[in-house]
């Protein structure tokens, strides 16, 4: 079953909510963009997505990668795919065209990577992966680095990775303890064992450029002691460098994608930045790398939606509890039942307020990076920060929450691998887990960037939430008091979880899903409100109704009533505090 | 990784928060059933679970059945294990001593389940299908089918089926196809193709009973038509039936039972009472399936607490925000950081309340056929058909979000085949569906077990519970006043569902799946005050704090502040009725 690739509700969030069209312009910018350009790229790449990457999906999920003689073969057709995305270009969207980029905005790139996400999250991480590389060496890499790895991967010849986690270190990055060492003609030897690295080897490109965090023999304890280091597979003169793939993993789901374990035996290496510098850099891939996992939640949640959509459409079963829809059918297409519609009503808000998140996110990017003067891009990155773990943790919550729907409106049919749509539950289990889990961002977002800054974005976020409920035109008030009140209980509890956590750390680990929860929902308020308020616009203007905008409004109220109560149940267990969780012990968890 | 059977909670729920000792002492079984009885049983049952069926599972789920040549063939293990079973007599358990049981009480049979399908839950659901089958026969099947049939599955020597799903319709069972015509020798020739059918061929018994719903030439159309035939894989006389094995499903979980498609062509069968009888036998089946499919949830939930606990006291990762809780190790323990407390406390409260709810549900369905006077028997009736759905219905997603949470918490871990824990999340991911999915356990809870009941089985159970926060100690009176609000707003919201109803019937639908999930939290807050109740009662009577007892009545405050409020997200949705989903034409779903 195919996907088609929603360009509708894609442009109508970028142009029409977001302002796409002006946002662009005012960005201080390699390349101007314009909507043609635009345009024209979101057809191609859906093209693309739906001619080339859709139909290797279920392919790749069947046979997966296979690790033979030490190298890793792809499922078929996944490097012809990857061929045909190097030469049209796509490597190097928004990479500088000092290196051979196209100098688009980087929110270019995560709108086209909704597509192919959307059509096949497996093999669109082996270029994803490259994303981040590409963004680390930009802000970090050496201009002799850059010409030499950067312009390579941006061409798509070559493919990157990020080589973080360790065996027994994972969300715990300062217990690594690969080590590099210093050569005498300035570059490093590295050995140790990475694991769970994604696209960490396979058979679409001529070389991988593996991203390493590593630890100098001399280097403090901890993060302040960690490097990032360029470790290429092949040397530059073309011989295999000291890197091997000892084990690919058998998992849950994105089978097409190779997850390795990665062997580094005095592998000769680059150092990225100074020495013990390595988090900065690898916060640079992470921050990039965490809006993309938020939108593979999304982008599952659309392939969900769009199959279980059309399978309520056809399967008939049981007459509507109002009379027969269909009286000349055996029976009601399963959509006329009201719990069906709550199902894909559910997936539908989730999918569309997700897709309009993380497109603010990917645009307050641009303007963190390109705006025009030192004040916007300083306010842009204060909105990013705080929005990305609430992109990352949220998004993919709701995104696996979706998928499942999509099983669950298929019935026993959801529950086949023919069908298609139970591979979407198993490949959207890893997006709350790789990346920093859903509670890494929870305590990010808590911690960091709502406590550690006084609630600075939050606040910032809050007012414009308040100003877009008061300027909601007449039809839509009952949607304004929703939103202010939801506004005023933020601010409150945020305060009092600031008091709770200064006499309590715990306080913060306690509270810290349910807050990102809670966040997650009162963003998409704002998002929906925000939609809604647009295509009560659009449609004033119109003779003949619009299902489009009569669907979003209608999905908005949806929203508001059925799944933003779901704070409440959030609000409740973070004001529960840490008692209820701390006063516990260890041997009290037992009931054997 | 294996399981050890939590005998500890079960006996404790079993015996002194059900109090199970007067229970069976107050039944009009055919044997007397006393304490060191049950005891033997539990024990043995927990030798058989950790020493046959659990080291199976893993090989089960990676090797799955196989069709060779029209046979199927299970996973290595799976036919020693249920010859091991059949020889141990526990296929007879709760059988009729005419035909070979042992005439205990299905409640010991549910108990004994509990034990398996931790352990092994594909392996399970092949004796699972004979009870559901046995349970027919006992009710509905005339001497000569009993001795013929009913013998053969209480000795093991043969299993069960149930036939019900065709390709065009699930839910629906009224739109069924398959032919049973009557023959001049009182047999009837069944022709026609049953999908999804679960231990529908197997290599593990001599023969396989299947009971298939058939549509005689003259039935009247949709349920009222449907008759229930005896169809046996091999006829009496030892040749093969007109029954085949079209295809087995490739799906995502429960690997190790077939699933399968089953041909039949004019094969011989046996009518099951009263021709057009069909449904009433089906639902006898259908009722003790749901209670086992609702325990299926908590058992994998169990599994899968077992695992993320034993992880989280092993996996040292960061500090403890609160200062460092082992300075000698490199990093803590994960079990010292809040949210994973949160995570491994919100599996406790499932799997602990989902049990006790499961064995009060069996218990009542032991009085609803043992029970001493009629009046009782019709009491346990009415208070058994209100659990049911909400058993099944609400422990399996209970079930299937505590199977996610063990993969949550090994983060990156979790989502590798090796661990053995995502297995968990794919085979509980069916229990949301197969016999009958969560929307149509909604549906028959809300419209049929209390609205078209007036209510009465609610409202005797919420009676109960006001009675136990009534008498709840003192140092307990922090969960009666929860347990009293919650009985009056289930009350008054039930009440105001009903007058909706009688204007909109599409209110029903709209509300059931939240009404459901809300019913199923207000049950769980019930049966933990009431294990809290008797923990506190245990703990003042000992010298010696009891790690088990304190950790009971301590989850029991967690789950009164942290999960409990979830109702009101529920409240909510339930409160904002119909017209959000029905209002929305088909064509605004679309967003392409």
Not at 243 to 265: P, Q, R, W, Y
Not at 532 to 552: I, M, N, R, V, W
């Amino acid at each position: 079953m195919d996907i088609t690739p929603p360009l509708r509700d894609m442009k109508f969030v970028l142009f029409d909510v977001l302002r796409g069209e002006q946002h662009y312009d005012s960005l201080n910018a390699e390349q101007e963009v314009g909507r043609e350009l635009i345009d024209a790229i979101l057809d191609e790449a859906a093209r693309f997505a739906s001619g080339e990457l859709a139909p290797i999906n279920a392919v790749g999920d069947r046979d997966g990668c296979k690790l033979i003689d030490g190298q890793v073969t792809t499922p078929a057709g996944f490097k012809e795919a990857y061929k045909l995305f190097a030469e049209g270009g796509w490597a190097g969207l928004s990479g500088e065209t000092t290196y051979g980029g196209q100098g688009l905005p980087e929110s270019l790139s995560v709108v086209v990577e909704d597509l192919f996400s959307q059509a096949n999250i497996a093999w669109s991480m082996y270029p994803g992966l490259s994303r981040g590389a590409i963004e680390a060496l930009e802000a970090h890499g050496s201009e002799e680095q850059k010409q030499t790895f950067l312009t390579k991967l941006l061409s798509g010849e070559w493919t990157g990775t990020m080589c973080l986690t360790e065996p027994h270190c994972g969300s715990d990055v300062g217990l690594l303890r690969t080590r590099a060492e210093a050569a005498a003609d300035g570059t490093y030897r590295v050995s140790g064992t990475k694991i769970f690295i994604s696209a960490g080897d396979h058979d679409m490109a001529n070389n991988i450029v593996h991203l390493v965090l590593a630890r100098l023999p001399d280097a403090p304890q901890g993060t302040r002691g960690v490097s990032l280091i360029i470790v290429p597979k092949f040397n530059l003169d073309g011989t295999r460098n000291g890197v091997s793939t000892g084990a690919i993993e058998e998992k849950m789901g994105i089978h097409g994608n190779a997850t390795c374990v990665l062997n580094f035996d005095d592998a000769t290496g680059y150092m990225v930045g100074e020495p013990n510098s390595g988090m900065r850099s690898m916060f640079t891939m992470m921050n990039g790398a965490r809006l993309v996992v938020g939108l593979q939640g999304v982008a599952l949640a659309e392939a969900a939606y769009q199959k279980s959509l059309s399978y309520a459409r056809e399967r008939l079963q049981m007459r509507s509890l109002s009379g027969p829809k269909q009286p000349d059918k055996p029976a009601d297409p399963i959509i006329v039942h009201p719990d069906v519609r709550r199902m894909l009503l559910t997936q539908k808000a989730l999918v569309e307020g997700g897709r309009a998140l993380v497109y603010l996110g990917a645009l307050t990017a641009d303007r963190a990076l390109h705006g025009a003067d030192e004040e916007e891009r300083a306010l842009a990155d204060e909105r990013l920060d705080f929005l990305t773990p609430i992109i990352k943790g949220f998004l993919t919550e709701a995104g696996f929450e979706s998928a499942n729907l999509g099983v669950q409106v298929f019935g026993g049919h959801g529950f086949i691998w023919e069908t298609g749509i139970e591979q979407h539950v198993r490949d959207a289990r890893i997006t709350t887990i790789y990346e920093g889990t859903t509670g890494i961002q929870g305590l990010d977002l808590l911690g960091r960037k709502v406590l550690m800054t006084q609630g600075k974005a939050l606040l910032a976020f809050a007012q414009e939430i308040n100003e877009l409920a008061n300027e909601l035109p007449a039809e839509l008030t009952d949607l304004a008091q929703p939103l202010l009140d939801l506004t005023a209980q933020w601010g409150e509890m945020t305060m009092s979880l600031g008091g709770k956590a200064m006499q309590n750390p715990d306080e913060v680990g306690a509270a810290s899903v349910d807050y990102l929860m809670y966040c997650g929902y009162a963003c998409l308020a704002f998002i929906w409100a925000k939609m809604a308020a647009e295509a009560h616009a659009q449609s004033a203007g119109q003779t003949e109704p619009d299902h489009y905008l009569a669907g979003k409004i209608a999905t908005a109220r949806f929203y508001f009533s059925r799944l933003l109560p779901r704070t409440a149940a959030h609000f409740a267990a973070i004001n529960a505090g840490a008692e209820p969780l701390m006063t516990i012990e260890d041997a009290w968890f037992d009931h054997i």
